[in-house]
Structures are given as structure tokens and as C-alpha cells.
């Protein structure tokens, strides 16, 4: 799979899920790694105001960061439809089998 010069990130990623089949693991490997750094930055993100607050609490109350818990509830997400296998990779290369 390529990547249009033209295409948001966002695009990418729903054209990509749209054609799992053809994307090469590494190339899913890369999309995770962008999308991961881009939720460790979430300045990027615009939540509603109930939503954020409702996010930052849940994140103290589990021990985690948003950023740590936004991330977790997309991959789960993403694993329950089907747009990611049963194992991710870690920012660090390291493969975790979920299933």
C-alpha cells in the first residue's frame, strides 16, 4: 500500500482498514507506531468537554494516562472489528500475542 501525499492521516487509516487483506504487517507496524505516538500527544485530539473529563477521571481511577487509556480503548476497538489481529506491536518492536 502506498501513502497519498494528499491523504490525512485519518484517511489513511480508514482506506487501510478498508483493505486489510492487502496491507503488509509491516506497514500496519508503522500506521500503529504513528497512531501511538499521535495519541501520546493528543493535543491533536478535540473531545468534548463531558468526554475529556469523563476520560481523565476513569484514567485515575484505573492508574493510567489518558493518552495510556484513549490508546487501550482504540486497540480494543480495533481488535473487535476486526481492523487489527489478536496481537499488536509495542512501540519498542516487541510483539504481544493477545489471543
Not at 501525499?5 to 482498514?17: H, K, M, N, P, Y
Amino acid at each position: 500500500m502506498m501513502l497519498a501525499q494528499s491523504q490525512t492521516f485519518v484517511e489513511i487509516l480508514d482506506s487501510t482498514a478498508k483493505a486489510i487483506d492487502s496491507a503488509s504487517p509491516e506497514y500496519l507496524r508503522d500506521l500503529l507506531l504513528r497512531a501511538a505516538i499521535m495519541l501520546r500527544d493528543n493535543e491533536f485530539m478535540k473531545i468534548d468537554t463531558k468526554v475529556d473529563h469523563a476520560v481523565t477521571s476513569l484514567a485515575a481511577e484505573v492508574g493510567m494516562t489518558k493518552a495510556e487509556l484513549i490508546a487501550d480503548i482504540v486497540c480494543d476497538w480495533m481488535q473487535s472489528n476486526d481492523f487489527l489481529p489478536s496481537h499488536i506491536y509495542h512501540e519498542d518492536g516487541e510483539l504481544e500475542n493477545i489471543a
